[in-house]
């Protein structure tokens, strides 16, 4: 069982968290932070194609991308977070920011996607109060420079152990078991070997069977396996969205749902989910 807020989820099922960019340099190409009135169509157009949730980030963590200033993204998603309430699926709000988090719980997200886990001060006490779902991410450095040589002993191992201590924290702080989600961060701090031993071993990397959220979609790791431009990655990203579910993920985190939700249609058919 998931909780986020008022909704809840049975987890019989992958979940599909549909993303949409805020920011005016995502990786992906899509990228909606000066039009608000698409950014929300885009949201809209997402539920529409199956998305059990949404994800809206406005701040790029993208390898190498600059820090953006508080102002900026508060200016960019609380208007899209406004214009979705009582949209009837769950908005998760992907930032680290323990400022963007309170403003972003009181204008109605129901989860906080954190890419350092709760690691910045003020941030667990932001959400510990709160009923709102939240995503521990497992991230080596920090996004200007984790793609510059990281290093593991284990990956699968490393990330296990960082995700095991995240989830104590949050746990002793009183946020309940029900309400985390734990992502074991593909393309955050990894090669591309990191990456494809994490999607081999993926059911290793969870704590005490919480649900594991994949997201892998049009990432770098794709366009070194297939040798394609992120506009061209759709159905590598679709491939390894699957992958990812036969491997145990609960939610998958994508830009492409409605293809993502055909294959998984299509492999639940088989009773393998």
Same mark, same amino acid.
């Given at each position: 069982?998931?909780?986020?807020?008022?909704?809840?989820?049975?987890?019989?099922?992958?979940?599909?968290?549909?993303?949409?960019?805020?920011?005016?340099?995502?990786?992906?190409?899509?990228?909606?932070?000066?039009?608000?009135?698409?950014?929300?169509?885009?949201?809209?157009?997402?539920?529409?194609?199956?998305?059990?949730?949404?994800?809206?980030?406005?701040?790029?963590?993208?390898?190498?991308?600059?820090?953006?200033?508080?102002?900026?993204?508060?200016?960019?998603?609380?208007?899209?977070?406004?214009?979705?309430?009582?949209?009837?699926?769950?908005?998760?709000?992907?930032?680290?920011?323990?400022?963007?988090?309170?403003?972003?719980?009181?204008?109605?997200?129901?989860?906080?996607?954190?890419?350092?886990?709760?690691?910045?001060?003020?941030?667990?006490?932001?959400?510990?109060?709160?009923?709102?779902?939240?995503?521990?991410?497992?991230?080596?450095?920090?996004?200007?420079?984790?793609?510059?040589?990281?290093?593991?002993?284990?990956?699968?191992?490393?990330?296990?152990?960082?995700?095991?201590?995240? +989830?104590?924290?949050? %746990?002793? @702080?009183? *946020?309940? /078991?029900?309400? =985390?989600?734990?992502?074991? &961060?593909?393309?955050?701090?990894?090669?591309?070997?990191?990456?494809?031993?994490?999607?081999?071993?993926?059911?290793?990397?969870?704590?005490?069977?919480?649900?594991?959220?994949?997201?892998?979609?049009?990432?770098?790791?794709?366009?070194?396996?297939?040798?394609?431009? +992120?506009?061209?990655? %759709?159905? @590598?990203? *679709?491939? /390894?969205?699957? =992958?990812?579910?036969?491997? &145990?993920?609960?939610?998958?985190?994508?830009?492409?749902?409605?293809?993502?939700?055909?294959?998984?249609?299509?492999?639940?058919?088989?009773?393998?989910?």
């Amino acid at each position: 069982m998931l909780r986020c807020g008022a909704f809840s989820f049975s987890l019989d099922r992958p979940l599909i968290m549909g993303i949409v960019n805020l920011t005016p340099d995502s990786f992906s190409g899509d990228g909606l932070a000066n039009d608000t009135e698409r950014a929300i169509a885009h949201a809209h157009h997402q539920i529409a194609a199956g998305a059990d949730m949404l994800d809206l980030g406005a701040e790029s963590s993208r390898p190498g991308a600059i820090p953006t200033s508080l102002e900026d993204e508060l200016a960019r998603l609380l208007p899209v977070l406004k214009a979705l309430q009582g949209c009837g699926v769950p908005i998760s709000v992907d930032t680290y920011k323990p400022e963007v988090m309170r403003a972003a719980l009181a204008a109605g997200a129901s989860m906080i996607n954190d890419i350092y886990a709760l690691r910045m001060p003020g941030a667990l006490e932001a959400v510990a109060a709160s009923d709102c779902g939240v995503c521990l991410m497992h991230m080596q450095g920090e996004p200007l420079t984790m793609q510059q040589a990281p290093v593991y002993a284990d990956v699968v191992s490393d990330v296990h152990e960082f995700l095991t201590g995240r +989830v104590r924290e949050c %746990l002793a @702080a009183g *946020v309940s /078991a029900d309400r =985390l989600v734990l992502d074991p &961060g593909f393309g955050f701090g990894k090669t591309l070997e990191h990456n494809l031993e994490l999607l081999r071993r993926l059911d290793e990397c969870g704590v005490e069977d919480l649900p594991l959220l994949a997201g892998m979609s049009r990432k770098t790791m794709l366009g070194a396996i297939t040798g394609r431009a +992120v506009a061209d990655r %759709l159905s @590598a990203s *679709v491939a /390894a969205a699957l =992958l990812a579910a036969q491997r &145990g993920a609960h939610i998958l985190r994508v830009h492409d749902v409605s293809e993502t939700r055909d294959a998984l249609a299509v492999w639940r058919a088989l009773g393998n989910a």
